[in-house]
């Protein structure tokens, strides 16, 4: 009798045993999000062809993600924090300010994040109406009504530093790319940054409209004086020709980005998504013209590691500095 009871408790556990998976190769399932920035620059679209990759390649393995637009850095930044969003695109330096209690983060340091990739370094698209320049350079902008970027925004943070260590005074108008597109479109703006990987939609749409713009250049002046604030930029070259009209090069200031998650994320889901995304490239060049560089290795991460970008890093033959090491 007791034999007759508990036989049939015994195949049922012998049943459930062989539908759960073994090994750490499973990751349970995950509908993940990433916090990218506003529309009409370069990050939005490429976090949606990045979130529409994994999902499509992963989601016979129940892993989805949705992208999100947002402020930019900071709003990612509080995101990551509240648990609104599992992954974000971040400036390097904002990402290092909130992980040190630096700045704007004073006093609120947050360590729940974790590194997982570098990406293309950003770059400054400062964007004024063709007939109020006058040196071409950073300069002219004292005295415009300009656009800073979204309130909250990295934007903001970023040109609020430059402005500062440079003096320059403006009348600041706080909107996100699209509106500023078009509010420099019906002049009722001097002009707007614009801070992205090029060519940045934006941009490209402000050189093909009807109203003549014009992209300013920094001098190396400008960037000593401005690292000497906060040493985190680097002089880069906008190609001649990458906007229509713009026939000739300007030199530009450059910002390094990353990819974060929140460090409570699974090992499994991380790892999965970087071996999935490095093994379909040729998808994101379809999304940008430079979807295939856009997202780079480790170089010049500002915070330690996830354990699953670790797991795969090492995959891939690179040594992991200690500093990246959680």
Excluded at 21 to 35: C, E, T, V
Excluded at 119 to 131: S, W
Excluded at 265 to 279: F, G, M, S
């Amino acid at each position: 009798m007791r034999r007759s009871r508990f036989f049939p408790i015994l195949i049922f556990l012998v049943f459930v045993l062989f539908l759960v998976p073994f090994g750490s190769g499973h990751a349970k399932p995950a509908r993940l999000r990433i916090a990218t920035a506003t529309m009409g620059g370069t990050w939005y679209p490429m976090g949606v062809g990045f979130a529409n990759l994994i999902t499509d390649k992963l989601k016979g393995e129940s892993i989805t993600m949705t992208a999100q637009s947002s402020a930019g850095s900071i709003e990612n930044i509080n995101m990551l924090r509240e648990g609104e969003t599992e992954l974000a695109m971040l400036i390097g330096f904002l990402g290092k300010m909130a992980w040190d209690g630096m700045g704007q983060f004073q006093g609120k340091s947050f360590k729940g994040f974790r590194s997982i990739l570098a990406m293309q370094t950003n770059l400054r698209h400062d964007v004024i109406l063709a007939d109020k320049a006058k040196t071409g350079t950073f300069a002219d902008l004292d005295g415009f009504h300009y656009n800073v970027g979204a309130a909250g925004s990295g934007a903001e943070q970023t040109i609020s530093i430059i402005l500062k260590a440079l003096n320059i005074k403006i009348k600041s108008e706080h909107l996100g790319y699209s509106q500023a597109v078009e509010a420099i479109k019906d002049r009722r703006i001097d002009g707007g940054t614009f801070a992205a990987v090029p060519p940045v939609p934006g941009v490209t749409e402000l050189f093909n409209s009807p109203t003549k713009v014009s992209l300013l250049n920094f001098t190396q002046q400008q960037l000593a004086q401005i690292n000497a604030t906060l040493n985190a930029w680097i002089m880069l070259t906008i190609p001649a020709n990458t906007y229509p009209k713009q026939t000739q090069p300007v030199q530009t200031l450059g910002e390094p980005i990353f990819m974060a998650c929140r460090a409570d994320l699974e090992e499994e889901v991380v790892y999965k998504i970087l071996k999935t995304l490095y093994a379909n490239m040729d998808e994101m060049a379809k999304v940008h013209a430079q979807g295939r560089t856009f997202f780079q290795k480790i170089e010049g991460l500002p915070v330690p590691l996830h354990p699953g970008a670790i797991r795969y890093w090492k995959e891939q033959g690179f040594a992991i500095p200690a500093h990246l090491t959680p």
